[in-house]
């Protein structure tokens, strides 16, 4: 089966691309290459990726004839749409960037799988949409109309254009809200990264909230478990499904959204305990008030991934971290 993956070069889309290669999959990869972070990470992952049956084309989502033509020519089973622009506060200084990509290129996405029929898509949402939710822990039977960064309100659009796609057209497509991923090749912006290497180098780490902070770190293999479990489990029409009193994570037509976490939040305290045990440092600490479009806990109920795949993270922030430096220090030679 072809699967066209975009985001491939991006933290989650080259584990999972390497995943998938070796399940069998033969794998189209698409990302562009942007310089939100270090491009050197971005091409060293395609390098850890390579393989036979991977094939890589540098390829902006915004660009709608060339990706129109990718899907001509490959006419891709299944679509894994992880393209981007990631990051919450980013959002508050380059607003713009969001709609380009999580808009214009999302709508693109949705176009391509239209007029070249494939037989899911599933793509990335993001637990940022639960916003200003409070009600532990977040549900997909949640309402999510309340989010607190542009980022999470361009993710929410995401949501309800696939609806529309699988209302109007048929296409079976499955959100998937990702609570907080972390893990070797991670991005550089995320805590677990600036963390370990504010510690490493004697600087101080930023803490937000003053350090009151929970968040539902959930491994990298973990989140390709699930994303992996649901290639075979596509969505259908829900003929119990209720305009009067809708379920949002379904519908009457071929659309589904699952959370996907490890369900354990974990106070960022004792996050930071876990590096500063692993490097054998205790880390210097700025503490510092909540920032805007920031959250202060997030919490994963993981129950409708659970009872569809078998779903089940398995990785304790301990060993997790332990795995990141680990390969920390390999790939920067620390």
């Known amino acids: 089966m072809m699967i066209l993956l975009t985001g491939a070069a ?3 889309g080259a584990h999972l ?12 990869g698409i990302d562009n290459l942007n310089a939100y972070y270090d491009v050197q990470l971005k091409e060293d992952r395609l390098n850890w990726i390579k393989h036979a049956n991977f094939t ?3 390829v902006d989502r915004v660009d709608q004839d060339r990706l129109d033509a990718l899907f001509k020519k490959h006419q891709p089973s299944l679509v894994i749409d992880l393209a981007a622009q990631a990051g919450v506060r980013y959002s508050l200084e380059n607003p713009k960037a969001y709609v380009d990509s999580n808009i214009v290129g999302f709508l693109n996405i949705l176009e391509a799988c239209r007029h070249y029929p494939v037989e899911q898509l599933i793509y990335a949402s993001s637990s940022s949409v639960y916003g200003a939710n409070t009600k532990m822990p977040f549900s997909v039977q949640d309402n999510v109309d309340h989010p607190v960064s542009l980022y999470a309100a361009t993710k929410k659009a995401n949501e309800l254009m696939a609806h529309t796609y699988s209302h109007l057209y048929t296409l079976p497509t499955t959100g998937l809200r990702f609570f ?16 370990t290497k504010a510690i490493l180098e004697g600087k101080p780490i930023k803490v937000f909230n003053q350090g009151n ?15 992996v479990r649901l290639l075979q489990t596509k969505p259908s029409p ?4 209720k305009s009067d009193k809708p379920d949002p994570s ?37 503490f510092l008030p909540l920032q805007s479009g920031d959250v202060v806990a997030t919490y994963a109920d993981v129950d409708d991934l659970i009872s569809d795949t078998g779903y089940q993270p398995k990785t304790s922030v301990q060993e997790g971290v332990s795995r990141f430096i680990d390969w920390y220090r390999n790939y920067y030679g620390v």
Do not use: C, H
Not at 238 to 241: I, Q
Not at 255 to 270: A, C, E, F, Q, T
């Open 10 to 12: 991006g933290f989650i």
């Open 17 to 28: 691309a390497k995943r998938l290669l070796f399940e069998g999959y033969t794998v189209l």
């Open 56 to 58: 890589f084309e540098q």
């Open 180 to 195: 907080t991923v972390y893990g070797p090749w991670g991005r550089p912006d995320m805590a677990l990264f600036t963390f």
């Open 213 to 227: 902070m929970m968040r539902d770190f959930t491994y990298i293999d973990d989140i390709v478990e699930g994303i």
């Open 238 to 241: 829900n003929p119990d499904w």
């Open 250 to 286: 379904r519908s009457s037509a071929p659309y589904r959204i699952y959370n996907i976490g490890n369900s354990r939040p974990v106070k960022l305290m004792d996050f930071i305990t876990a590096i500063e045990k692993k490097l054998g440092v205790k880390a210097q600490k700025e």
